[in-house]
C-alpha cells in the first residue's frame, strides 16, 4: 500500500535542491558578475542606472552599480555585500571582487555538472586562496622607511592608479594630488574620514576644483544685515554655539493672564532682555565670528553688523564639529562662560567667497588643522556626484596605502604571478584537488584578460605575452593599455596596495564557497497583509476613494 506524501512546508513555498539549484545559483551570480565585468580598468565602460523615483546614476564604480541594481536573488545577494564589503574596507577592488567571485563559480560549475561533492571544490579553493595570499605578502613591496617626499611620490602613485579607471582619468594626477594633500592634512595616528568634508558647486571646469585646507561651507539661511557684516577677518575668535539667538514664538496653546498694560510689556521686555543679555555675553567674548547650529534672528543679525562681527546661524552639526576641531575652542549651550580660557576657536583667516552660484565661508590657517574640505566642480550633477566616488575611492586607497605599506603592480600583474604561482603549486598535488587548484589558476587571469578586452585588444594574444614573461621571471609584467602591449607596471608605476588583492581574492573566495556549500533553497509564501482582502468601498459618484 503507498503511503501518503507528508507535507511539511506551508502552500505556495518554493522548494528546490540538488545539483539544479546549485547551478541555477551559480548561474544568478554571473549575470551579476557580467554586469559590471565591462566598467573594469582605465578602459572600462561607464552604466546608467535610473532609479524608481527617475534619479539617473552614471557610475562605473562596482559597489554604486550594485547598490542601484537592487538585486533580488537570495545568492546573488552575496556577491552585491562583497562588493559593499570591500568597499567600506578598503575603497577600492569592488568590481575586481566581483568578477573574481563570478569567474570561481563558472570554473566550478563544470565541476558540480560532473558530479563532483561542492566540498571537495571548497577545501581546494580555500587551500589556493592561502597560497595566493601568502605569496602576495611574500612579493608585495615595502614602501614605509622613505623619506617624506618619496612616500608622496608612492601615494600619489596609488591614487592615480586607481583613478585610471574613472571617469576623471584624464585628470587623474590633478585630483591624485588633491587626494593625498586631504589625507596628509588629517590626524596621522587615526587618519579619520569625517574630517574631509566634500562641498559640490555646479558650473566651472573639473580643474577649478580645490582643496581647502581648514574648514568650508556653505553660507547657511541669513536675514537683513547680513550684506552689513564684513566678510572678511585676520586672527578672528570664533565662538560656537548652539543656542537660538531669536525671539522664540509663543506656543499655540500657551495662555499668560495679565492684569494690565504695563505686565504685559514687563513680559516683553524680559524676552527682549534675554536675547540682548546673550547678544552682549558673545561681543563681550572679544568674538568676531559667531556660528550656531540653532537658528540666528534678523535682530541678531543686524545687532552684530552694527558691531562689525560675522554670524551664521543653522550650521549643520558635522561642519560646526569640524571647524571646531580646526580652529579649537568649545561648542557652548550657555553664553555665560564664553571668556573661559579655551572656550574661543582662533583662525589666521577667514573670508566669504564667491564660487560659481554659491557663497562659501573659508577658515583658512587653523592651529589645530587636523581637517580639510574639498570643494568639488563640474557641469552636470551626475558628473560631480562621480567625481566624488572617485575621490572617495583615492582617499580610501591613500589611507589603507599609509597604514599597510606595502604594494603590488596593478594592470593584471599580480594576478598573472599568482596563476603561475599556483599553477606550479598544483603540479606537486595529486588527485582532484590538482584540478581545481589550477581552474583557480585559470580564474585568476580574468582580470587581464578582461582589460584587454575592455581596451579592445586581442586577449588571447597579450595573455600568451604575459604568461611567457611570468614564466622566464618577470613577475611584475602586466597589461599596457597606452601601447597594447605588456609592460613591467611597476617601472610604469601602476602600484596599487597589497591590501586590496589580499582583501578581493579573500572576499570572492568566501562568497564562492558560500554559494557552493548551499544544497537547498526554500522560499517561503508572501503573507497576505489585510489590506489585500480589504473590500473596495464604492465611491460617491467620484470613483473609488484614495487609500
Request: aromatic share 6%; with cysteine.
Amino acid at each position: 500500500m503507498q503511503s501518503a506524501p507528508i507535507i511539511l512546508l506551508k502552500e505556495g513555498t518554493e522548494n528546490m535542491q540538488g545539483k539544479q539549484q546549485l547551478i541555477s545559483n551559480i548561474n544568478a551570480c554571473e549575470v551579476v558578475a557580467d554586469s559590471v565585468r565591462t566598467t573594469l580598468g582605465p578602459r572600462g565602460m561607464d552604466k546608467l542606472i535610473v532609479d524608481t523615483r527617475g534619479k539617473s546614476t552614471i557610475s562605473n564604480d562596482g559597489a554604486t552599480i550594485l547598490k542601484l541594481l537592487q538585486v533580488v536573488h537570495p545568492a546573488a545577494k552575496t556577491l552585491v555585500d562583497i562588493a559593499k564589503s570591500q568597499d567600506a574596507e578598503v575603497g577600492d577592488g569592488t568590481t575586481s571582487v566581483t568578477v573574481f567571485a563570478g569567474e570561481f563559480l563558472r570554473q566550478s560549475k563544470e565541476f558540480i555538472d560532473e558530479g563532483i561533492h561542492p566540498h571537495l571544490i571548497i577545501k581546494a579553493y580555500r587551500k589556493a586562496t592561502k597560497l595566493a595570499v601568502d605569496r602576495i605578502k611574500e612579493i608585495a613591496v615595502s614602501v614605509s622607511q622613505k623619506s617624506p617626499d618619496e612616500l608622496r611620490e608612492t601615494l600619489e602613485k596609488c591614487a592615480s592608479t586607481t583613478l585610471s579607471s574613472k571617469l576623471v582619468a584624464t585628470h587623474k594626477h590633478f585630483f591624485a594630488k588633491m587626494a593625498v594633500d586631504a589625507v596628509m592634512s588629517l590626524d596621522q595616528n587615526t587618519l579619520p574620514l569625517n574630517m574631509i568634508g566634500i562641498k559640490k558647486v555646479a558650473g566651472g571646469g573639473m580643474l577649478d576644483s580645490k582643496l581647502v585646507p581648514g574648514v568650508a561651507f556653505k553660507k547657511t539661511f541669513s536675514y537683513a544685515g547680513f550684506e552689513m557684516q564684513p566678510k572678511k577677518y585676520t586672527s578672528p575668535k570664533i565662538a560656537l554655539l548652539n543656542i537660538e539667538l531669536e525671539l522664540k514664538a509663543e506656543r499655540t496653546n500657551a495662555e499668560v493672564r495679565l492684569e494690565n498694560v504695563k505686565d504685559y510689556q514687563e513680559v516683553v521686555d524680559a524676552e527682549w532682555n534675554i536675547l540682548y543679555e546673550k547678544l552682549a555675553a558673545c561681543e563681550a567674548s572679544g568674538a568676531k565670528i559667531v556660528l550656531s547650529r540653532l537658528p540666528i534672528g534678523d535682530v541678531a543679525t543686524q545687532w552684530f553688523a552694527d558691531r562689525d562681527m560675522f554670524c551664521a546661524g543653522r550650521v549643520t552639526e558635522e561642519d560646526l564639529k569640524r571647524t571646531q576641531k580646526a580652529c579649537g575652542g568649545l561648542i557652548h549651550s550657555v553664553t555665560s562662560n564664553l571668556t573661559a580660557d579655551g572656550a574661543l576657536g582662533l583662525c589666521e583667516n577667514f573670508e566669504e567667497v564667491q564660487i560659481g552660484n554659491e557663497r562659501y565661508n573659508l577658515f583658512t590657517g587653523c592651529p589645530n588643522a587636523k581637517t580639510c574640505t574639498l570643494i568639488l566642480r563640474g557641469g552636470a550633477e551626475q558628473f560631480i556626484e562621480e567625481t566624488e566616488r572617485s575621490l572617495h575611492d583615492a582617499i580610501m586607497i591613500v589611507r589603507r596605502t599609509l597604514k599597510n605599506d606595502a604594494v603590488v603592480a596593478g594592470g593584471g600583474a599580480i594576478e598573472m604571478e599568482l596563476s603561475k604561482h599556483l599553477r606550479n603549486h598544483a603540479r606537486s598535488v595529486q588527485g582532484k584537488e590538482q584540478m581545481f587548484i589550477t581552474a583557480m589558476a585559470k580564474s585568476l587571469e580574468v582580470i587581464p584578460r578582461q582589460l584587454c578586452e575592455n581596451a579592445g585588444f586581442d586577449a588571447t594574444n597579450i595573455l600568451n605575452k604575459l604568461r611567457q614573461k611570468h614564466a622566464e621571471g618577470g613577475m611584475w609584467y602586466g597589461v599596457d593599455i597606452n601601447n597594447e602591449d605588456i609592460a613591467d607596471n611597476m617601472a610604469a608605476f601602476v602600484w596599487e596596495p597589497a591590501l586590496v588583492k589580499i582583501n578581493a581574492l579573500s572576499a570572492a573566495s568566501e562568497a564562492c564557497c558560500l554559494i557552493l556549500s548551499v544544497d537547498e533553497s526554500i522560499k517561503n509564501a508572501k503573507s497576505s497583509t489585510p489590506e489585500d482582502n480589504r473590500p473596495v468601498k464604492r465611491g460617491r459618484g467620484r470613483g473609488p476613494p484614495m487609500f
